[in-house]
């Protein structure tokens, strides 16, 4: 009877032991599993507000620094190498941050071709025209080409620029980019060498002991700016000082007419670009002049891809 209650007490007892440990050894690990989840979570959430903190107190990368726009004013009209030289600077430009292009054509109406060239390089842009005033067009001497758009382009500035820099990039020329970053932080005029300009190669300011004591050029004829066109920007605030300034319809004429309109403007006051006009950074390369293309067959090419190419070239 002993026995038989000793055994049974001691099997009893030993079930309830095993289960008792198993359900301790249980609770005991979900405990650590929760207390190391605690204190996972509290040390990232914690490093993650050293980190917001750490985040907060750092400048902003230089990428994230918004830099003053720059408005680039290019002339264009319609001739055999006018989309290639949109391309050619569009992707240029498209290098270059916070810019808007202002693309304005002597047309009395806007290019579709012109405005699928523009979508297709995808550097912002305005898309305007600016037809040359009949006078001139009649004319046998040397026509104001550009004026009539550039001086379109200096509307819309006053119309819904305030800071910034503008520059008259012509379609035909070659730009090293970094021009565009030092131009972009002038206060009033900057001016810099051009390259490939008259029989001098090129135009430029004359520095002494860091001081402009005059011009460079191929042909001064008589201006007080014997610039080329490429080789100056001025700031949007300083030309809205200005509201007369214009370019004028003098061919030959037009940077320095519009310079002078930008009076008063001491010789001091123009920044020296391009390591102070030590360096080319411009050039006046200007594209061979091509025929116009010759009549499509389209019988002979009825139905082909020649038939939508046709529509990119330009007749006479």
């Not at 135009?203 to 001081?211: L, R, V, Y």
């Not at 509201?243 to 403007?265: H, I, T, V, W």
């Amino acid at each position: 009877m002993k026995g038989g209650n000793y055994t049974s007490l001691g099997t009893y007892s030993g079930i309830n032991a095993g289960g008792n440990v198993a359900v301790a050894g249980k609770m005991s690990l979900g405990k650590s599993i929760k207390m190391y989840l605690t204190i996972f979570i509290l040390t990232t959430c914690i490093y993650m507000a050293l980190y917001q903190y750490h985040i907060s107190r750092e400048p902003f990368a230089a990428s994230e620094v918004v830099k003053p726009p720059l408005y680039i004013i290019t002339p264009t009209y319609r001739r055999p190498e006018q989309l290639a030289e949109l391309t050619r600077l569009g992707y240029t430009l498209k290098h270059v941050v916070n810019l808007l292009w202002l693309v304005i054509e002597d047309a009395n109406k806007t290019n579709p071709l012109v405005g699928h060239t523009l979508d297709r390089i995808g550097v912002p842009y305005e898309y305007m025209v600016a037809p040359m005033p009949e006078k001139y067009k009649q004319t046998k001497k040397a026509k104001p080409r550009g004026v009539s758009n550039r001086n379109r382009g200096l509307e819309y500035l006053r119309e819904h620029a305030t800071e910034g820099v503008l520059y008259f990039a012509d379609d035909d020329n070659t730009y090293d980019i970094s021009i565009f970053e030092q131009m972009r932080y002038i206060s009033k005029v900057a001016m810099w060498p051009v390259g490939l300009v008259t029989k001098t190669g090129v135009s430029s300011p004359i520095i002494q002991a860091g001081k402009l004591v005059g011009y460079y050029d191929g042909w001064i004829g008589g201006r007080k700016y014997p610039v080329d066109m490429a080789g100056f920007a001025v700031s949007v605030k300083f030309l809205k000082e200005r509201p007369n300034a214009q370019m004028p319809f003098k061919p030959g004429y037009e940077e320095d007419g519009f310079l002078r309109s930008l009076a008063p403007l001491d010789d001091a006051e123009i920044e020296l670009l391009a390591d102070e006009c030590r360096d080319i950074l411009t050039w006046h390369t200007q594209t061979k002049k091509n025929a116009p293309a010759q009549a499509l067959n389209r019988t002979r090419y009825k139905n082909t891809n020649l038939e939508h190419i046709d529509r990119l070239l330009v007749r006479p």
